[in-house]
C-alpha cells in the first residue's frame, strides 16, 4: 500500500514540478491565444479597407475578410500549443485534418455547400443590398449577405434568415434589378357599364397615381365575361426609385368608379 502511495505520490511531484517548470510558457499560450482574436479581427479589417479597397464587390470582399480572419485564428491556435511543447499535439492535429477532412466533408456538407453558394452569389451578384427580391414566396429587403446565410427583411418588419444554397439554386425575383417594373391589376365593372366610359375613366384615374413611368400609357384590356361582372386588366409601369411603389402602388386608394 506504501508503495503504491509512494507511486503516486512522486507522479503527483513530477506532475507539479513540470507545472511550475512550464507556467511561463503556459501564461504566455494563454496571451496568445486571447491576443490571437483581437488582432484576427485587426486583419480582417485592415485586408477589406485596405488591401482589398479595390475591390468593388463588397459581399465578396466581406466573405473573404472573415475567412481570412479564421485562418489568423486556427494559426494563432496551433503556434499557442507549440509554445507549451505540444509540437507532437500540433503535428497530430495537422496529420488528422486529411483523415477527419472527409468525415467533416459528410457531416457538414451542408454548411460547406451554403458556403461555396455565398462565395458564387458574392462573386456574380445576382443582387445587392437593399434590393427587393422574392424567393420561395418570401418577399423582402437584402440585409445581409453571410457566409452560410442571406438575410432578408419583410415589409413587416420581420428578419427571414435563408441558407444561401435555397438562393443559389432555386429561382429568385429581383424587383430592383431593374430600373422600371410593369404591374397588373385585376378590376371588374357591371354588365350594365359603358365600356367606353369605364375605359376613359380608368386611364383618368390612373394618372392620379405617383410613381409612373411618364413616356409609358397605361394599358386597358378587357379580357374576361364573368359571372356577375365585365373583367378587365390595368397595366401600369412604375419606377423603382421607391422600395415600397412594390406593394404600395397595386393597394392605393384609389377609387376607379363611383
Same mark, same amino acid.
Do not use: C
Given at each position: 500500500?506504501?508503495?503504491?502511495?509512494?507511486?503516486?505520490?512522486?507522479?503527483?511531484?513530477?506532475?507539479?514540478?513540470?507545472?511550475?517548470?512550464?507556467?511561463p510558457n503556459i501564461i504566455l499560450?494563454?496571451?496568445?491565444?486571447?491576443?490571437?482574436?483581437?488582432?484576427?479581427?485587426?486583419?480582417?479589417?485592415?485586408?477589406?479597407?485596405?488591401?482589398?479597397?479595390?475591390?468593388?464587390?463588397?459581399?465578396?470582399?466581406?466573405?473573404?475578410?472573415?475567412?481570412?480572419?479564421?485562418?489568423?485564428?486556427?494559426?494563432?491556435?496551433?503556434?499557442?500549443?507549440?509554445?507549451?511543447?505540444? !509540437?507532437?499535439?500540433?503535428?497530430?492535429?495537422?496529420?488528422?485534418?486529411?483523415?477527419?477532412?472527409?468525415?467533416?466533408?459528410?457531416?457538414?456538407?451542408?454548411?460547406?455547400?451554403?458556403?461555396?453558394?455565398?462565395?458564387?452569389?458574392?462573386?456574380?451578384?445576382?443582387?445587392?443590398?437593399?434590393?427587393?427580391?422574392?424567393?420561395?414566396?418570401?418577399?423582402?429587403?437584402?440585409?445581409?449577405?453571410?457566409?452560410?446565410?442571406?438575410?432578408?427583411?419583410?415589409?413587416?418588419?420581420?428578419?427571414?434568415?435563408?441558407?444561401?444554397?435555397?438562393?443559389?439554386?432555386?429561382?429568385?425575383?429581383?424587383?430592383?434589378?431593374?430600373?422600371?417594373?410593369?404591374? !397588373?391589376?385585376?378590376?371588374?365593372?357591371?354588365?350594365? !357599364?359603358?365600356?367606353?366610359?369605364?375605359?376613359?375613366?380608368?386611364?383618368?384615374?390612373?394618372?392620379?397615381?405617383?410613381?409612373?413611368?411618364?413616356?409609358?400609357?397605361?394599358?386597358?384590356m378587357f379580357n374576361e365575361f364573368?359571372?356577375?361582372?365585365?373583367?378587365?386588366?390595368?397595366?401600369?409601369?412604375?419606377?423603382?426609385? !421607391?422600395?415600397?411603389?412594390?406593394?404600395?402602388?397595386?393597394?392605393?386608394?384609389?377609387?376607379?368608379?363611383?
Amino acid at each position: 500500500m506504501r508503495e503504491e502511495l509512494s507511486m503516486i505520490w512522486e507522479k503527483l511531484d513530477n506532475w507539479y514540478s513540470t507545472l511550475i517548470t512550464m507556467l511561463p510558457n503556459i501564461i504566455l499560450a494563454i496571451v496568445i491565444a486571447v491576443s490571437v482574436f483581437f488582432i484576427a479581427k485587426g486583419v480582417r479589417i485592415v485586408f477589406k479597407k485596405y488591401l482589398m479597397a479595390k475591390w468593388k464587390n463588397e459581399e465578396l470582399k466581406a466573405i473573404f475578410a472573415k475567412v481570412i480572419q479564421f485562418i489568423v485564428i486556427v494559426l494563432g491556435f496551433l503556434f499557442a500549443l507549440s509554445v507549451v511543447n505540444l !509540437d507532437k499535439t500540433v503535428t497530430s492535429i495537422l496529420a488528422g485534418v486529411g483523415v477527419a477532412g472527409i468525415a467533416i466533408g459528410f457531416a457538414f456538407q451542408d454548411i460547406a455547400a451554403n458556403f461555396i453558394s455565398g462565395l458564387f452569389m458574392a462573386a456574380n451578384k445576382p443582387f445587392k443590398i437593399g434590393d427587393i427580391v422574392e424567393v420561395e414566396g418570401q418577399t423582402g429587403v437584402i440585409r445581409e449577405l453571410k457566409l452560410r446565410t442571406t438575410m432578408i427583411r419583410t415589409f413587416q418588419g420581420n428578419d427571414i434568415i435563408i441558407p444561401n444554397t435555397h438562393l443559389f439554386q432555386n429561382p429568385v425575383t429581383n424587383y430592383t434589378s431593374n430600373d422600371e417594373r410593369r404591374i !397588373d391589376l385585376e378590376v371588374g365593372v357591371s354588365y350594365s !357599364d359603358n365600356l367606353k366610359d369605364v375605359k376613359a375613366l380608368t386611364e383618368e384615374r390612373l394618372k392620379q397615381l405617383e410613381g409612373l413611368v411618364s413616356d409609358k400609357a397605361p394599358e386597358v384590356m378587357f379580357n374576361e365575361f364573368g359571372g356577375s361582372s365585365i373583367n378587365f386588366n390595368v397595366r401600369i409601369w412604375t419606377k423603382n426609385t !421607391d422600395q415600397f411603389n412594390i406593394v404600395k402602388i397595386p393597394n392605393s386608394n384609389i377609387r376607379f368608379f363611383g
